[in-house]
């Protein structure tokens, strides 16, 4: 484009920065950088938003995009959703928590993209009272719960331990995605409620809704700690066999453990030789 003569305008910039952003390709990024100082953009928010999330988007370049973010106008949610999100991507959720605090502080209203970062961050820090507040004041605030919130929502009581509230979620969506199934699987294997987890999955089935390899890993997670082997080695061929569903480590993983709680610790010996990819420290360890 720029060989050909035309210039860019403040449209190109946040597109070509989005692609940087996309393939995590930071000097590249850096060289689009300094392009849109040279064209005078730096001074445009559209395209600093963009910048802020390209530099939380890629290796490296957190410290950057907060050097950014400090010193641009912030009258809106972008960079503040930008900027927490990135904090998030990295697993730094109390910078994340500690940054929507400050938007708080400063009258900006969150947005539904901020409100799945934070509660992204509520997942990962187990912060259950924190998510009810963060639900509340979506409540308040009125946002649009597209799947995407829901799920962010769902995802964060079945992880940080209110599951019944993940359900009542689930059962409210007009709309679900698989991530909507996977997490009430997932939250529900993770709290010892093998069965209900067992039951949504047939439920998902019969929906017609194809599941992927992280509803598997949950899948056999329950099946594991509630003792189902026979159940977790139908549906460990059932992955392979009819949803073509290759298996990774950690679905060896939940097998082993699997065949060790039930006692069946030669079969997992032999389970674990026949393996076609390399055993990690976690299976060895329980064998």
């Known amino acids: 484009m720029l060989e050909c003569q035309v210039l860019p305008n403040n449209?190109?910039?946040?597109?070509?920065?989005k692609a940087c952003a996309g393939i995590g390709d930071l000097n590249l990024g850096k060289s689009v950088h300094g392009s849109l100082f040279k064209f005078g953009f730096d001074g445009n928010n559209h395209v600093l938003n963009t910048l802020v999330h390209?530099?939380?988007?890629?290796?490296?370049?957190?410290?950057?995009?907060?050097?950014l973010f400090d010193e641009?106008?912030?009258?809106d949610s972008v960079p503040w959703s930008a900027m927490i999100g990135g904090y998030v991507r990295l697993g730094r959720s109390n910078d994340a928590v500690d940054l929507f605090r400050q938007m708080q502080i400063q009258g900006v209203c969150p947005d539904e993209i901020t409100m799945v970062a934070v509660l992204c961050a509520c997942t990962d820090l187990g912060a259950l009272e924190l998510g009810r507040w963060v639900e509340s004041l979506i409540e308040k605030r009125k946002l649009n719960k597209s799947v995407e919130l829901n799920n962010a929502l769902i995802d964060m009581f079945a992880k940080c331990g209110d599951v019944d509230k993940a359900l009542k979620l689930f059962r409210t969506m007009n709309e679900r995605s698989i991530v909507s199934w996977t997490s009430v699987i997932v939250?529900?294997?993770?709290?010892?409620?093998g069965l209900q987890a067992v039951s949504l999955f047939q439920?998902?089935?019969r929906d017609g809704v194809e599941p992927d390899g992280v509803v598997f890993i949950g899948l056999l997670y329950a099946c594991s700690h509630s003792g189902f082997v026979e159940k977790g080695k139908e549906y460990f061929d059932l992955m392979r066999k009819e949803f073509a569903i290759l298996p990774k480590?950690?679905?060896?993983?939940?097998?082993v453990d699997m065949l060790c709680r039930a006692g069946h610790v030669r079969e997992a010996v032999e389970f674990v030789q026949k393996m076609p990819i390399e055993p990690n420290s976690i299976i060895w360890r329980t064998l």
């Open 72 to 75: 641009m106008t912030k009258n």
């Open 11 to 17: 449209f190109t910039f946040p597109f070509v920065l």
């Open 203 to 205: 439920e998902m089935i």
């Open 249 to 255: 480590i950690e679905h060896y993983g939940c097998m």
């Open 187 to 193: 939250g529900l294997a993770m709290h010892g409620r």
């Open 54 to 67: 390209m530099y939380c988007s890629c290796k490296g370049g957190i410290q950057i995009g907060r050097k």
